[in-house]
């Protein structure tokens, strides 16, 4: 018995020796380099190998079948292949693809700036933002330190590349901000409602920008709001103009943050000499509140509302009577709500959803007369993004807003309402590492006008080197015509064709851009004679360089940007095509900041020079013919970091228009041509003054 179990037993083992499968092989990458060091096994065994100096691997296995044969290396992507196992040796040649994430990767940067504290490609973060000299914390203001955005004098909104404050949009988590501005004066430039620390993320796009948002000729202004504080804090802030607070509250799994603020500019601008002649001088109050849910492991849902009230009222010079004044106040109410939500609902398949209303209003007299004004936007959308590879996206959503005007003068009332719906798709390909392409398309209806539109958009980034890549992008762009036009007629959507090439050098120390683009308007509005049309064009045309250094100064930082611009446009009541006043030819930004590590201090400037303005002169014949003088301004900011009862506290400092330059932005004119009027900043110089105090954390809360 114990003979014929020894016997059963050496044949067993024989029959094993004899199915011994031996594999062998190269592991290289795909430049043909021996990557060494990969782990190889067959799934399921215990038998496998790791790969030599030299990339080759070598083991045998008594398995027998089908069997996956699997792969991995630091740094490369995991993959396997299927194997037959029948006692031949098998001998393999894999190629492994290096594991590439989104900072290695190209990315498509024609026409957009990136900031934010995590971004790729960030150009600016939210802290250069707030800190940029002249711009006093105000988003839109630093965003004109940058290349294609034009220096904002006596108007409000973001002039990019030619275009008019209309044909920027605002979006907050993706949703549209119809009205980003505060109440608006004649001749003043306003400041934007939110605070530059609400958001982890800005993507300021010139031109090109996805086919995920639409309603803009000329450029997006994309927000992206902060996730969860990492504690409770409270944020104080003591200013010239007024003050605030803010109380974030932080539980397990969400946060909650209140806040409040009232400001009334009539203190400081007693303090400093102005032109305006004030009859109540700004004031405002408003409310904040934000409520932030994780709702799993990558879900994340975000409620932020907002309330503010603004007054005021003026005498300005009545060119119809030049020794008289007329009088101009305006309240202004302004409620927006935002609530978004987002998760991946598949390893693959991500889901964001949102829900946005605002509701803006205002009235008061203008001379004798009584005027108000409503607008209120609803808005829908949801996306849904399939991750085809970890670095290639297709994006597909859809949104509806229903937008509403009313508007009146001494009672008598008109207003109209517009359902306009859009639908869009979007693949973001990674071909290779170094390749990259994008194609979307974005169509659109108005129940009002009852046109549609189809907006194709294309772009490719090629990466050149290490730190360098080209990209181009072309697009089609279309947006309503303005609502003070939409609400006497119905016209057809205004169109914009985008052509642009981008070169990019970019590491952590420095940044160098520069871009060349093309734009032809087409169906722009015009307004002659009374009689309302799409037969408007234009065209804008230009080069803009950039250059960021964080490295050649010790403790300092540099940027320069300049931007050339020729443009023309025939629209509005412009009786021929011609140069618009909001376009300069020539602008140049020179940003400065040092910090100062002894004194626990930072001191930043901005210099600014641009070319002339155009302006109407009724002598001369031609429109628009007449030029303003070239603009300077030169200000300065100071940061000091200290605690006040142990309390993270910054005092800030900041003036602008240091040398009290003798700026003119354009000049208005009586009908009979006989007088004229400056337009002026409303004071040579400003002074701002605030005190940042935080409790319970070292940075901002704001």
Known sequence: MKQNLLTALILIITSRSFCQTVLS???????????????????????????????????????QGRFSLEYSALGYMSDSIRVNLDGKPQTFQIVMKKKVNELDAVQINAGTFEAGDKKRGTVLNSLDIATTAGANADIFSALQTLPGAQTSFA????????????????????????????SRVPDQASRGRFSPFLFKGTSFSAGGYSAQYGQALSSALILESKDLPEKT????????????????????????????????????????????????????????????????????????????????????????????KSYLSNTNKNTYVNTTWQDYVTPKWKLQAGLAFSNTTDDGLQKEDRYSR?????????????????????????????????????????????QLSAGFAEAEVYITPSLVTRLGLRGEYSSYTGNYNLAPRASVGYRTGKYSQVSLAYGKFYQNPEDEYLIREALNFEEADHYLMNYQYSNSSYIFRAEAYYKGYNRLTRDFDGTLSNTGEGFAKGLEIFWRDKKSIRNGDYWLSYSYLDTKRIFGDYPVSSVPPFAAKHTLNVVYKQFFQKLNSQIGTTYTVASGRTYVNPANPVYLGDQTRTYHNLSLNVSYLTHI??????????????????????????????????????????LFVGLLITIGDNTFVR
Not at 391 to 403: I, N
């Open 155 to 182: 108007e409000s909104g973001l002039f990019v590349r030619g275009g008019s404050a209309a044909e920027t949009k605002t979006f907050f988590d993706g949703m549209l901000i119809k009205s980003p501005f505060n």
């Open 25 to 63: 092989g190269t592991v290289k990458n795909q430049k043909g380099q021996p990557v060494k060091q990969v782990n190889i096994s067959l799934k399921g065994s215990y038998d496998g190998a790791s790969t030599d100096s030299i990339g080759r691997f070598h083991f045998s296995t008594a398995e």
């Open 645 to 686: 009862f142990k309390q993270f506290t910054v005092l800030y400092i900041s003036a602008n228009n240091i040398p009290g330059f003798k700026n003119i932005y354009g000049y208005h004119y009586s009908p009979d041509g006989q007088y004229r009027q400056a337009i002026q900043p409303p004071a040579r110089r400003d």
């Open 233 to 324: 804090t409270t944020g104080l802030s003591l200013l010239t103009v007024g003050l605030g607070v803010d109380q974030n509250i932080r539980f397990e799994k969400s946060a909650l943050t209140l806040g409040g603020f009232y400001y009334n500019l009539k203190p400081s601008l007693a303090l400093i000499p102005q032109r305006t002649q004030w009859e109540k001088e700004p004031e405002q109050y408003g409310s904040t509140l934000q409520y932030k849910l994780k709702t799993s492991k990558t879900g994340m849902l975000k409620w932020y509302s907002d309330f503010s009230k603004t007054m005021l009222g003026l005498f300005a010079t009545d060119l119809n009577e030049p020794s008289g």
């Open 374 to 418: 409503r607008d209120r936007v609803f808005q829908g959308r949801i996306t849904a993004t399939r991750y085809l590879t970890s670095l290639s996206t297709l994006k597909v959503g859809a949104e509806s807003f229903a937008f509403s005007r009313n508007e009146s003068m001494n009672g008598l009332g008109r207003s109209y309402d517009d």
